[in-house]
Every structure is written in structure tokens, then in C-alpha cells.
């Protein structure tokens, strides 16, 4: 049997000060697929172009001006601005392939959800963004896992916050761009955040 390695996280989390929401996908894609050095890097991943819809009714509006890659800073600053937190679920993974499928990854470290969220108390919601990361989140935490584009309540940290399954922004999740985006403006608008 191949020994594979294990990887470890490389970004760590991304928790402004008055982080609101804490979304969490599975794991980064390998390196090589990375456009920028931070959350959902791969440009054929539609996470920005999703919130460029919801929050400025531009799919490019987070691409850089120097072609196919997005733009970092813009995103950092954005997410600063609004208040998201970004991580993922797993700290350490083995890939069973080399490529950017959570279909093909072995959790082998799970984060450590409630400490995070003890250094962001403002933080009302966690937002799941596949099925993967709610995988690995409901094996180290108690809730019924709710249908996607819907939330459970459950008790964390002290107080009662609101995990949503979301839809995978990754393109091999069959759903149109402006649907995800549609199912995930629908959150941020319960979330009380303002929208277009």
C-alpha cells in the first residue's frame, strides 16, 4: 500500500476583528492551482465571482486587472469591511489524488471549530460551503445537519449560532453560478448584512 503524506493547513484562518460570519470550506486545492495566496485561490473556484454578484452585481469585480487570478487585496479589504472570517475544516489532510476534488481527501485533522469561534465573539453564524466540510464539521460537533441553503441553531462557544449549508462554489457542484449566488444572497440578507 503507497504511504501517502500527510499536508497541513497553509493559510491558517482569516479572522477580522468584527468577524459576523465564519465561512468554511474543506481544504485549499494543491499550489499549482492557486491564483492568489488566500481563501478559495483557484480560479476556476466561483466564490468571488459568487459574492461580486451579491455584493457589487459584478461576477469580476474580485478578478485582478492582470488577468486570470484574483485579486488578493481586494479580498482581504472586503472581507475586513463586511466582517467574514474564512477557514476551513480540516487542518491536516491526505490527498488520495493529486488534485483540488474533496472527493478525494482524507481528513486526518479536523479544526478546532469552538476555539475559533472563542476568538471571534461577534461571530453569529458559520457558513458550510460543501459537503465535505460539513462532513468533517458533524464529525466533531452535535447538530442535525440542515438541507442546503438552510441553517441549524445550535449552542457553541457560549451562545447560539447558526451553521447554513451552502452550495460548493467549485464548478463540478452542477448548479448555475447565478443560482448559487441567488441561494447564498439569501443568507447574507437573513444575516442582516446590506445588500444591493
Known sequence: MENKQTERHPLGFF???HTKILMLGSFPPPKERWSMN???????????????????ADKDYFVASWGKAFD???????????????????????????????KFLEV???????EILDKIPLCQAIVI????AMD??????SF???????FASCRLAN????????PSSSRAYPKPLQDKAADYKKMFHELGFPLL
Do not use: H
Not at 460551503?129 to 465535505?132: E, L, N, V, Y
Open 15 to 17: 479572522l477580522p476583528e
Open 38 to 56: 488566500f481563501y478559495y485561490p483557484n480560479f476556476q473556484n466561483d466564490m468571488w465571482r459568487i459574492l461580486g454578484i451579491i455584493f457589487y
Open 72 to 102: 488578493e487585496e481586494k479580498a482581504k479589504t472586503f472581507c475586513r469591511e463586511k466582517g467574514i472570517g474564512l477557514g476551513d475544516t480540516a487542518m491536516e489532510i491526505i490527498r488520495l489524488k493529486d488534485n483540488a476534488s474533496d
Open 108 to 114: 486526518a485533522t479536523p479544526a478546532k471549530v469552538e
Open 129 to 132: 460551503t460543501g459537503q465535505k
Open 136 to 141: 468533517t464539521l458533524l464529525s466533531v460537533l
Open 144 to 150: 442535525d445537519e440542515p438541507k442546503t441553503g438552510a
Open 159 to 166: 451562545r447560539t449560532i447558526k451553521v447554513y449549508r451552502m
